[in-house]
Protein backbone atom coordinates (compact mmCIF):
# COMPACT_ATOMS: atom_id res chain seq x y z
CA UNK A 1 0.00 0.00 0.00
CA UNK A 2 2.43 2.26 1.04
CA UNK A 3 4.49 1.47 -2.28
CA UNK A 4 1.68 2.07 -4.48
CA UNK A 5 0.85 5.47 -2.81
CA UNK A 6 4.71 6.67 -2.98
CA UNK A 7 4.73 5.77 -6.64
CA UNK A 8 1.30 7.51 -7.51
CA UNK A 9 3.31 10.36 -5.77
CA UNK A 10 6.82 10.20 -8.12
CA UNK A 11 4.31 9.35 -11.09
CA UNK A 12 2.79 13.10 -10.36
CA UNK A 13 6.16 14.35 -9.45
CA UNK A 14 7.61 13.92 -12.80
CA UNK A 15 4.66 13.85 -15.08
CA UNK A 16 3.07 17.26 -13.10
CA UNK A 17 -0.07 18.06 -14.32
CA UNK A 18 -1.11 20.09 -17.38
CA UNK A 19 -4.94 19.21 -18.02
CA UNK A 20 -6.42 20.48 -20.98
CA UNK A 21 -9.52 22.53 -19.51
CA UNK A 22 -8.57 24.68 -15.85
CA UNK A 23 -11.48 26.95 -14.39
CA UNK A 24 -8.10 28.28 -12.26
CA UNK A 25 -6.40 29.07 -15.15
CA UNK A 26 -9.15 30.83 -17.28
CA UNK A 27 -10.23 32.72 -13.84
CA UNK A 28 -6.54 33.72 -13.19
CA UNK A 29 -6.16 35.11 -16.65
CA UNK A 30 -9.81 36.15 -17.30
CA UNK A 31 -7.98 39.85 -18.62
CA UNK A 32 -5.84 38.51 -20.68
CA UNK A 33 -7.92 36.03 -22.28
CA UNK A 34 -10.72 38.69 -22.59
CA UNK A 35 -8.07 41.26 -24.20
CA UNK A 36 -6.84 38.48 -26.61
CA UNK A 37 -10.97 37.69 -27.75
CA UNK A 38 -11.61 41.71 -27.88
CA UNK A 39 -8.51 41.71 -30.75
CA UNK A 40 -9.74 38.96 -32.19
CA UNK A 41 -13.38 40.19 -32.65
CA UNK A 42 -11.33 43.78 -33.62
CA UNK A 43 -9.27 42.30 -36.42
CA UNK A 44 -12.32 40.15 -38.01
CA UNK A 45 -15.24 43.24 -38.06
CA UNK A 46 -12.21 45.84 -39.16
CA UNK A 47 -10.86 42.95 -41.77
CA UNK A 48 -14.24 42.40 -43.17
CA UNK A 49 -15.85 45.48 -43.50
CA UNK A 50 -12.84 47.06 -45.12
CA UNK A 51 -12.99 44.22 -47.72
CA UNK A 52 -16.86 44.18 -48.16
CA UNK A 53 -16.33 48.36 -48.85
CA UNK A 54 -14.23 47.85 -51.48
CA UNK A 55 -15.40 44.49 -52.51
CA UNK A 56 -18.88 46.30 -53.61
CA UNK A 57 -17.73 48.68 -55.99
CA UNK A 58 -15.28 45.92 -57.79
CA UNK A 59 -18.23 43.82 -58.10
CA UNK A 60 -20.37 46.29 -59.84
CA UNK A 61 -17.18 47.62 -62.26
CA UNK A 62 -16.58 44.00 -62.91
CA UNK A 63 -20.07 42.94 -63.93
CA UNK A 64 -19.85 45.51 -66.76
CA UNK A 65 -17.10 44.20 -68.47
CA UNK A 66 -15.76 40.43 -69.45
CA UNK A 67 -12.08 42.10 -69.12
CA UNK A 68 -12.48 43.32 -65.51
CA UNK A 69 -13.95 40.43 -64.31
CA UNK A 70 -11.79 38.34 -65.40
CA UNK A 71 -8.51 40.31 -64.39
CA UNK A 72 -10.14 40.03 -60.67
CA UNK A 73 -11.13 37.26 -60.83
CA UNK A 74 -7.51 35.57 -62.00
CA UNK A 75 -6.53 37.81 -59.53
CA UNK A 76 -8.06 36.78 -56.94
CA UNK A 77 -7.75 32.91 -56.76
CA UNK A 78 -3.76 34.30 -57.11
CA UNK A 79 -4.15 36.18 -54.03
CA UNK A 80 -6.11 33.26 -52.38
CA UNK A 81 -3.53 30.98 -53.26
CA UNK A 82 -1.06 32.81 -51.33
CA UNK A 83 -0.70 31.22 -47.84
CA UNK A 84 -1.27 33.43 -44.77
CA UNK A 85 2.00 33.48 -43.57
CA UNK A 86 4.39 34.13 -46.54
CA UNK A 87 1.31 37.17 -47.04
CA UNK A 88 2.06 38.76 -44.10
CA UNK A 89 5.75 38.35 -44.76
CA UNK A 90 5.25 40.23 -48.10
CA UNK A 91 3.45 42.82 -45.84
CA UNK A 92 5.55 43.23 -43.09
CA UNK A 93 8.42 45.54 -44.35
CA UNK A 94 6.36 47.84 -45.93
CA UNK A 95 3.57 47.94 -42.88
CA UNK A 96 5.88 46.65 -40.24
CA UNK A 97 5.64 44.56 -36.91
CA UNK A 98 2.00 46.76 -36.29
CA UNK A 99 -1.26 45.61 -36.60
CA UNK A 100 -1.70 46.88 -40.00
CA UNK A 101 0.28 44.40 -41.33
CA UNK A 102 -2.88 42.00 -39.88
CA UNK A 103 -5.37 43.97 -40.85
CA UNK A 104 -4.29 44.83 -44.68
CA UNK A 105 -3.61 40.86 -44.74
CA UNK A 106 -6.47 39.74 -43.76
CA UNK A 107 -8.54 42.32 -45.90
CA UNK A 108 -6.83 41.40 -48.74
CA UNK A 109 -8.55 37.57 -48.39
CA UNK A 110 -11.88 38.86 -47.25
CA UNK A 111 -11.72 41.28 -50.08
CA UNK A 112 -11.07 37.68 -52.79
CA UNK A 113 -14.23 35.83 -51.27
CA UNK A 114 -16.39 38.79 -51.08
CA UNK A 115 -16.04 40.04 -54.71
CA UNK A 116 -16.46 36.62 -55.81
CA UNK A 117 -19.88 36.34 -54.18
CA UNK A 118 -20.63 39.98 -54.50
CA UNK A 119 -20.49 39.35 -58.39
CA UNK A 120 -22.29 36.21 -58.46
CA UNK A 121 -25.46 37.53 -56.43
CA UNK A 122 -25.49 40.75 -59.12
CA UNK A 123 -24.79 38.20 -61.87
CA UNK A 124 -27.83 36.33 -60.10
CA UNK A 125 -30.58 39.18 -60.41
CA UNK A 126 -33.11 37.88 -63.05
CA UNK A 127 -33.15 39.67 -66.53
CA UNK A 128 -37.00 40.14 -66.40
CA UNK A 129 -36.72 42.32 -62.77
CA UNK A 130 -33.93 43.89 -64.39
CA UNK A 131 -36.15 44.76 -67.38
CA UNK A 132 -39.38 46.14 -65.34
CA UNK A 133 -37.37 48.32 -63.33
CA UNK A 134 -35.96 49.91 -66.16
CA UNK A 135 -39.32 49.91 -68.02
CA UNK A 136 -40.63 51.97 -64.48
CA UNK A 137 -37.88 54.38 -65.45
CA UNK A 138 -35.47 53.40 -62.68
CA UNK A 139 -31.94 54.63 -63.49
CA UNK A 140 -28.37 52.88 -63.50
CA UNK A 141 -28.09 53.98 -59.49
CA UNK A 142 -31.98 53.40 -58.50
CA UNK A 143 -31.60 50.61 -60.53
CA UNK A 144 -28.60 49.12 -58.05
CA UNK A 145 -30.08 50.42 -54.68
CA UNK A 146 -33.18 49.71 -54.79
CA UNK A 147 -33.54 46.81 -56.98
CA UNK A 148 -30.29 44.95 -57.55
CA UNK A 149 -28.71 44.97 -53.94
CA UNK A 150 -31.70 44.18 -52.25
CA UNK A 151 -32.31 40.99 -54.26
CA UNK A 152 -28.49 40.06 -53.84
CA UNK A 153 -28.64 40.45 -50.14
CA UNK A 154 -28.83 36.56 -49.97
CA UNK A 155 -25.52 35.79 -51.51
CA UNK A 156 -24.25 39.05 -50.71
CA UNK A 157 -25.01 37.54 -46.70
CA UNK A 158 -23.79 34.08 -47.95
CA UNK A 159 -20.34 35.48 -48.71
CA UNK A 160 -20.03 37.54 -45.58
CA UNK A 161 -20.67 34.39 -43.58
CA UNK A 162 -17.91 32.90 -45.33
CA UNK A 163 -15.68 35.52 -45.17
CA UNK A 164 -15.94 35.77 -41.81
CA UNK A 165 -15.49 32.94 -40.93
CA UNK A 166 -12.17 32.07 -42.31
CA UNK A 167 -11.39 35.84 -41.40
CA UNK A 168 -11.24 34.34 -37.67
CA UNK A 169 -9.57 31.50 -38.20
CA UNK A 170 -6.83 33.44 -40.29
CA UNK A 171 -6.55 36.21 -37.63
CA UNK A 172 -4.94 33.41 -35.39
CA UNK A 173 -1.78 33.39 -38.01
CA UNK A 174 -1.21 37.41 -36.69
CA UNK A 175 0.49 36.04 -34.38
CA UNK A 176 3.44 36.24 -36.02
CA UNK A 177 3.70 39.28 -35.74
CA UNK A 178 2.22 40.04 -32.26
CA UNK A 179 -1.25 40.79 -33.39
CA UNK A 180 -2.80 37.24 -33.29
CA UNK A 181 -6.31 37.66 -30.96
CA UNK A 182 -6.16 34.35 -29.96
CA UNK A 183 -3.45 33.41 -31.39
CA UNK A 184 -1.20 35.11 -29.16
CA UNK A 185 -2.70 32.65 -26.32
CA UNK A 186 -2.43 29.65 -28.84
CA UNK A 187 1.58 30.46 -29.25
CA UNK A 188 2.34 31.42 -26.33
CA UNK A 189 0.70 28.74 -24.67
CA UNK A 190 2.97 26.08 -26.76
CA UNK A 191 6.36 28.08 -26.05
CA UNK A 192 5.12 28.48 -22.16
CA UNK A 193 5.90 24.71 -21.83
CA UNK A 194 2.99 23.41 -23.31
CA UNK A 195 0.49 24.88 -21.22
CA UNK A 196 -2.50 22.81 -22.36
CA UNK A 197 -5.26 24.72 -20.89
CA UNK A 198 -4.44 27.90 -22.29
CA UNK A 199 -4.19 26.53 -25.75
CA UNK A 200 -7.50 24.34 -25.24
CA UNK A 201 -9.27 27.69 -24.34
CA UNK A 202 -7.83 29.60 -26.90
CA UNK A 203 -8.81 26.51 -29.83
CA UNK A 204 -12.40 26.71 -28.04
CA UNK A 205 -12.96 30.52 -28.17
CA UNK A 206 -11.56 30.53 -31.88
CA UNK A 207 -14.59 28.01 -33.01
CA UNK A 208 -17.08 29.60 -31.02
CA UNK A 209 -16.51 33.01 -32.23
CA UNK A 210 -16.48 31.81 -35.63
CA UNK A 211 -20.30 30.53 -35.29
CA UNK A 212 -21.48 32.96 -32.60
CA UNK A 213 -20.40 35.35 -36.31
CA UNK A 214 -21.86 32.83 -38.21
CA UNK A 215 -25.22 32.16 -36.25
CA UNK A 216 -25.38 36.23 -36.14
CA UNK A 217 -24.62 36.71 -39.99
CA UNK A 218 -27.75 33.91 -40.53
CA UNK A 219 -30.22 35.69 -38.77
CA UNK A 220 -29.26 39.61 -39.95
CA UNK A 221 -30.01 38.03 -43.31
CA UNK A 222 -33.11 36.40 -42.24
CA UNK A 223 -34.14 39.91 -40.80
CA UNK A 224 -33.13 41.89 -44.28
CA UNK A 225 -34.75 40.08 -46.31
CA UNK A 226 -37.86 38.77 -44.90
CA UNK A 227 -39.10 37.58 -48.87
CA UNK A 228 -36.51 34.58 -49.02
CA UNK A 229 -37.85 33.33 -45.92
CA UNK A 230 -38.71 29.55 -46.44
CA UNK A 231 -36.73 29.32 -49.46
CA UNK A 232 -33.04 28.42 -47.83
CA UNK B 1 20.19 48.52 -50.30
CA UNK B 2 16.90 47.85 -50.56
CA UNK B 3 14.75 45.22 -49.04
CA UNK B 4 14.00 43.65 -52.39
CA UNK B 5 17.93 43.78 -53.32
CA UNK B 6 18.52 42.21 -49.99
CA UNK B 7 15.38 39.28 -50.71
CA UNK B 8 17.50 38.71 -54.33
CA UNK B 9 20.75 38.67 -52.86
CA UNK B 10 20.02 36.04 -50.25
CA UNK B 11 18.01 34.05 -52.80
CA UNK B 12 21.23 33.94 -55.32
CA UNK B 13 23.62 33.14 -52.79
CA UNK B 14 24.08 29.20 -53.63
CA UNK B 15 25.49 28.52 -49.90
CA UNK B 16 21.97 29.68 -48.85
CA UNK B 17 20.27 26.96 -51.04
CA UNK B 18 22.99 23.97 -50.46
CA UNK B 19 24.08 24.68 -46.79
CA UNK B 20 22.74 21.99 -43.82
CA UNK B 21 18.64 23.12 -43.38
CA UNK B 22 19.15 25.32 -45.79
CA UNK B 23 16.75 26.45 -48.58
CA UNK B 24 16.80 23.72 -50.60
CA UNK B 25 16.70 21.25 -47.78
CA UNK B 26 13.60 22.76 -46.15
CA UNK B 27 12.43 23.31 -49.65
CA UNK B 28 12.44 19.52 -50.14
CA UNK B 29 11.28 18.60 -46.36
CA UNK B 30 8.10 20.92 -47.59
CA UNK B 31 7.08 18.99 -50.48
CA UNK B 32 7.83 15.59 -48.62
CA UNK B 33 5.82 16.78 -45.95
CA UNK B 34 2.79 18.24 -48.27
CA UNK B 35 3.19 14.87 -50.58
CA UNK B 36 2.67 12.74 -47.94
CA UNK B 37 -0.10 14.04 -46.41
CA UNK B 38 -1.42 14.66 -49.37
CA UNK B 39 -1.42 11.25 -50.67
CA UNK B 40 -2.39 9.94 -47.08
CA UNK B 41 -5.81 11.94 -46.65
CA UNK B 42 -6.56 10.74 -50.47
CA UNK B 43 -6.00 6.92 -49.77
CA UNK B 44 -7.76 7.87 -46.30
CA UNK B 45 -11.04 10.09 -48.33
CA UNK B 46 -11.73 8.53 -51.69
CA UNK B 47 -12.45 4.68 -51.19
CA UNK B 48 -15.16 6.57 -48.00
CA UNK B 49 -16.63 8.97 -50.48
CA UNK B 50 -16.69 6.62 -53.19
CA UNK B 51 -19.22 4.53 -50.72
CA UNK B 52 -21.02 7.15 -49.58
CA UNK B 53 -21.83 9.08 -52.78
CA UNK B 54 -22.47 5.60 -54.43
CA UNK B 55 -25.03 4.54 -52.00
CA UNK B 56 -25.93 8.04 -51.01
CA UNK B 57 -25.34 7.21 -47.61
CA UNK B 58 -23.34 10.02 -45.10
CA UNK B 59 -24.25 13.22 -46.57
CA UNK B 60 -25.33 14.67 -43.37
CA UNK B 61 -21.83 13.87 -42.29
CA UNK B 62 -19.82 15.01 -44.62
CA UNK B 63 -21.32 18.47 -45.08
CA UNK B 64 -21.46 18.54 -41.16
CA UNK B 65 -17.29 18.25 -41.34
CA UNK B 66 -16.80 20.57 -44.12
CA UNK B 67 -18.38 22.96 -42.38
CA UNK B 68 -17.02 22.38 -39.01
CA UNK B 69 -13.30 22.52 -40.15
CA UNK B 70 -14.01 25.74 -41.90
CA UNK B 71 -15.04 27.14 -38.47
CA UNK B 72 -11.64 25.03 -36.54
CA UNK B 73 -8.48 26.97 -37.22
CA UNK B 74 -5.62 24.58 -38.90
CA UNK B 75 -3.26 27.00 -36.73
CA UNK B 76 -5.16 26.19 -33.15
CA UNK B 77 -5.57 22.51 -34.36
CA UNK B 78 -1.56 21.93 -34.85
CA UNK B 79 -1.27 23.81 -32.11
CA UNK B 80 -3.33 21.08 -29.93
CA UNK B 81 -2.20 18.37 -31.89
CA UNK B 82 1.67 19.95 -30.84
CA UNK B 83 0.37 18.86 -27.33
CA UNK B 84 -0.62 16.05 -27.61
CA UNK B 85 0.87 12.47 -27.49
CA UNK B 86 1.33 13.59 -31.31
CA UNK B 87 3.77 15.81 -30.61
CA UNK B 88 6.02 18.01 -33.00
CA UNK B 89 8.21 17.39 -35.49
CA UNK B 90 7.82 16.25 -39.28
CA UNK B 91 5.78 13.52 -38.49
CA UNK B 92 3.27 14.47 -36.31
CA UNK B 93 2.78 17.85 -38.87
CA UNK B 94 2.52 15.17 -41.52
CA UNK B 95 -0.56 13.50 -39.58
CA UNK B 96 -2.20 16.65 -38.85
CA UNK B 97 -1.79 18.01 -41.98
CA UNK B 98 -3.42 14.38 -43.42
CA UNK B 99 -6.29 15.24 -41.09
CA UNK B 100 -6.97 18.60 -42.46
CA UNK B 101 -6.84 17.30 -46.26
CA UNK B 102 -9.77 14.78 -45.66
CA UNK B 103 -12.85 17.01 -45.66
CA UNK B 104 -12.12 18.38 -48.84
CA UNK B 105 -11.48 15.47 -50.29
CA UNK B 106 -14.21 13.86 -49.37
CA UNK B 107 -16.74 17.00 -49.59
CA UNK B 108 -16.27 16.81 -53.53
CA UNK B 109 -15.67 13.88 -54.44
CA UNK B 110 -19.01 12.78 -52.80
CA UNK B 111 -20.71 15.67 -54.73
CA UNK B 112 -19.33 14.73 -57.84
CA UNK B 113 -20.59 11.01 -57.26
CA UNK B 114 -23.98 12.61 -56.52
CA UNK B 115 -24.11 14.60 -59.12
CA UNK B 116 -23.83 12.16 -61.57
CA UNK B 117 -27.02 12.24 -63.44
CA UNK B 118 -29.46 9.85 -62.11
CA UNK B 119 -30.98 8.59 -65.52
CA UNK B 120 -27.26 7.78 -66.58
CA UNK B 121 -27.25 5.19 -63.55
CA UNK B 122 -30.62 3.81 -64.26
CA UNK B 123 -29.80 3.25 -68.48
CA UNK B 124 -26.22 1.34 -66.70
CA UNK B 125 -27.61 -0.80 -64.43
CA UNK B 126 -30.55 -1.81 -67.02
CA UNK B 127 -27.70 -2.25 -69.39
CA UNK B 128 -26.81 -4.76 -66.72
CA UNK B 129 -23.63 -3.75 -64.98
CA UNK B 130 -22.72 -4.49 -61.59
CA UNK B 131 -22.65 -2.07 -58.91
CA UNK B 132 -18.84 -2.72 -59.07
CA UNK B 133 -19.08 -1.39 -63.51
CA UNK B 134 -20.98 1.45 -62.40
CA UNK B 135 -18.67 3.11 -59.86
CA UNK B 136 -15.44 2.67 -62.02
CA UNK B 137 -17.14 2.65 -65.38
CA UNK B 138 -19.81 5.48 -65.15
CA UNK B 139 -19.50 7.36 -61.56
CA UNK B 140 -15.93 7.71 -61.36
CA UNK B 141 -15.27 8.95 -64.87
CA UNK B 142 -18.27 11.41 -64.28
CA UNK B 143 -16.74 12.24 -61.40
CA UNK B 144 -12.82 12.99 -62.01
CA UNK B 145 -13.53 16.90 -62.50
CA UNK B 146 -15.13 17.35 -59.06
CA UNK B 147 -12.54 14.58 -57.25
CA UNK B 148 -9.77 16.65 -59.08
CA UNK B 149 -10.93 20.14 -57.67
CA UNK B 150 -10.77 18.21 -53.91
CA UNK B 151 -7.21 16.92 -54.70
CA UNK B 152 -6.24 20.71 -55.34
CA UNK B 153 -7.84 21.90 -53.00
CA UNK B 154 -6.96 19.77 -50.22
CA UNK B 155 -2.81 20.41 -51.64
CA UNK B 156 -3.10 23.85 -51.83
CA UNK B 157 -4.53 23.67 -48.09
CA UNK B 158 -1.45 21.42 -47.17
CA UNK B 159 1.24 23.72 -48.79
CA UNK B 160 -0.61 26.36 -47.43
CA UNK B 161 -0.69 25.07 -43.42
CA UNK B 162 2.50 23.26 -43.79
CA UNK B 163 4.07 27.05 -43.49
CA UNK B 164 2.14 27.34 -39.98
CA UNK B 165 4.19 24.44 -38.55
CA UNK B 166 7.21 26.11 -38.21
CA UNK B 167 5.75 27.56 -35.30
CA UNK B 168 4.86 24.63 -33.37
CA UNK B 169 8.31 23.35 -34.11
CA UNK B 170 8.10 21.91 -37.36
CA UNK B 171 10.14 22.14 -40.39
CA UNK B 172 9.60 23.45 -43.90
CA UNK B 173 9.79 26.66 -45.49
CA UNK B 174 8.27 28.21 -42.58
CA UNK B 175 11.46 28.15 -40.40
CA UNK B 176 13.74 30.69 -42.39
CA UNK B 177 10.69 32.92 -42.88
CA UNK B 178 9.56 32.39 -38.84
CA UNK B 179 13.15 33.28 -38.43
CA UNK B 180 13.68 36.33 -40.23
CA UNK B 181 10.55 37.80 -38.14
CA UNK B 182 12.60 37.01 -34.96
CA UNK B 183 16.09 38.25 -36.36
CA UNK B 184 14.34 41.25 -38.13
CA UNK B 185 15.35 40.41 -41.33
CA UNK B 186 13.42 41.93 -43.71
CA UNK B 187 15.35 40.33 -46.89
CA UNK B 188 15.35 36.88 -45.31
CA UNK B 189 11.17 37.57 -45.12
CA UNK B 190 10.71 38.80 -48.70
CA UNK B 191 12.99 35.53 -49.70
CA UNK B 192 10.81 33.11 -48.10
CA UNK B 193 7.93 34.20 -48.48
CA UNK B 194 8.78 34.62 -52.22
CA UNK B 195 9.19 30.78 -52.34
CA UNK B 196 6.57 29.83 -50.25
CA UNK B 197 3.76 31.82 -52.56
CA UNK B 198 5.75 30.48 -55.68
CA UNK B 199 5.25 26.86 -53.92
CA UNK B 200 1.59 27.42 -53.44
CA UNK B 201 0.80 28.31 -57.01
CA UNK B 202 2.88 25.98 -59.08
CA UNK B 203 0.66 23.57 -56.74
CA UNK B 204 -1.99 25.18 -57.91
CA UNK B 205 -0.89 25.33 -61.50
CA UNK B 206 0.20 21.60 -61.68
CA UNK B 207 -2.84 20.36 -60.35
CA UNK B 208 -5.33 22.68 -62.64
CA UNK B 209 -2.78 21.18 -65.27
CA UNK B 210 -3.12 17.48 -63.98
CA UNK B 211 -7.18 17.97 -63.62
CA UNK B 212 -6.95 18.19 -67.38
CA UNK B 213 -4.63 15.51 -68.41
CA UNK B 214 -7.01 12.88 -66.22
CA UNK B 215 -10.37 14.60 -67.30
CA UNK B 216 -12.08 11.67 -69.52
CA UNK B 217 -12.47 13.75 -73.60
CA UNK B 218 -16.39 15.24 -72.94
CA UNK B 219 -16.10 16.62 -69.57
CA UNK B 220 -13.55 18.57 -70.63
CA UNK B 221 -15.45 21.07 -72.57
CA UNK B 222 -18.11 21.61 -69.60
CA UNK B 223 -17.56 25.03 -68.19
CA UNK B 224 -15.36 24.95 -65.50
CA UNK B 225 -17.36 25.61 -62.31
CA UNK B 226 -15.79 28.92 -60.62
CA UNK B 227 -14.70 27.68 -57.55
CA UNK B 228 -13.07 29.42 -54.80
CA UNK B 229 -11.38 27.11 -51.69
CA UNK B 230 -13.16 28.09 -48.53
CA UNK B 231 -11.10 26.40 -46.32
CA UNK B 232 -8.89 28.89 -44.28
CA UNK B 233 -5.00 28.42 -44.62
Known amino acids: MALLASSAATVLAVDAPNPWFSPSYIQGNADTILAALREHIFLTVVAVVIGAVIALPLAVL ?8 AAILGSSTIIYTIPSLAMFAFLAPFTKLTIKTVIVGLVLYSLVILVRNFLAGLQGVPAEVREAALGMGYGPARMLLLVEIPMALPTFFAGLRIATVSTV ?11 G ?14 FRAQIATAAVLCVLLALAFDLLLALSARLLTPWSRGRS | MSVLGDAVVYLNDPLNWTRTNGLLDRLIEHVTISGVATGAAALIALPIAIWFGHTGRGGGFTVALSNVSRAVPTLALLTVFAVTPIGFGNKATTIALALFAIPPILTNTYVGFR ?3 RDILEAAGAMGMSPLQIITRVELPLAVPAIMTGLRTAAVQ ?19 INLAFGQQNEGLLLAGAFLVAVLALLTEAVLVLLARLVTP ?14 ETI
Open chain 1, 169 to 179: ALATVGVIVGF
Open chain 2, 158 to 176: VVATATLAALVGGGGLGVP
Open chain 2, 115 to 117: EVD
Open chain 2, 217 to 230: GPSRRLPRRLQLRT
Open chain 1, 181 to 194: GLGNLLISGFNNNF
Open chain 1, 62 to 69: ARRSKTVS
